[in-house]
C-alpha cells in the first residue's frame, strides 16, 4: 500500500523558516504529481502548492506570495516544502497528499483531486 510519511513540522517564531519533507513507499513516484496541503482547527483543508510529474508545473496557494517553495526529488521519493517569512496565520497541520498523472491543472487545488494522503505534521509560528 502507498504511504505518505511528512517530517519536519516544529515550532518556530514569526519571521522563520522551516522545510517540510514527504516520503512516499508504495507507488511509483515520477507518475505522480503532489501536494502541500494545511488544516487549521476547525477549518477546511486549504492547498499551500503543487507541483506535477513534470516539476515545470508548479501552482501555488493564494497566501503564499513567494514566501514557500515547493520541489520534489524522484531519486529519493520525495516532496518538499520550503518555507520562509513564516507568519502566525502560517500555523497549522501540513499534509500532503498525492494524485496519479497530475500536473497541478484544472482542480489542482481541491481535495478530491487527491487519492494518496499522509497523516501530517504540525508547524507552529510564535510571535
Known amino acids: 500500500d502507498a504511504r505518505l510519511q511528512e517530517s519536519g513540522g516544529m515550532r518556530v517564531e514569526a519571521g522563520g523558516s522551516v522545510k517540510l519533507a514527504c516520503r512516499t513507499s508504495g507507488l511509483t513516484f515520477g507518475h505522480y504529481g503532489l501536494s502541500w496541503f494545511r488544516q487549521v482547527q476547525g477549518e477546511e483543508r486549504e492547498v499551500v502548492a503543487c507541483?506535477?510529474?513534470?516539476?515545470?508545473?508548479?501552482e501555488d496557494g493564494d497566501f503564499v506570495w513567494g514566501r514557500f517553495t515547493i520541489s520534489r526529488d524522484d531519486a529519493h521519493d520525495t516532496v518538499y516544502l520550503q518555507m520562509s517569512n513564516l507568519t502566525l496565520e502560517d500555523t497549522g497541520m501540513y499534509s500532503c497528499?498525492?494524485?496519479?498523472?497530475?500536473?497541478?491543472?484544472?482542480?489542482?487545488?481541491?481535495?478530491?483531486?487527491?487519492?494518496?494522503w499522509g497523516q501530517g505534521t504540525q508547524v507552529t509560528v510564535s510571535p
Open positions: 497528499a498525492a494524485a496519479a498523472n497530475f500536473y497541478c491543472t484544472g482542480y489542482w487545488a481541491a481535495t478530491s483531486s487527491y487519492t494518496k
Open positions: 507541483v506535477g510529474v513534470n516539476p515545470r508545473f508548479i
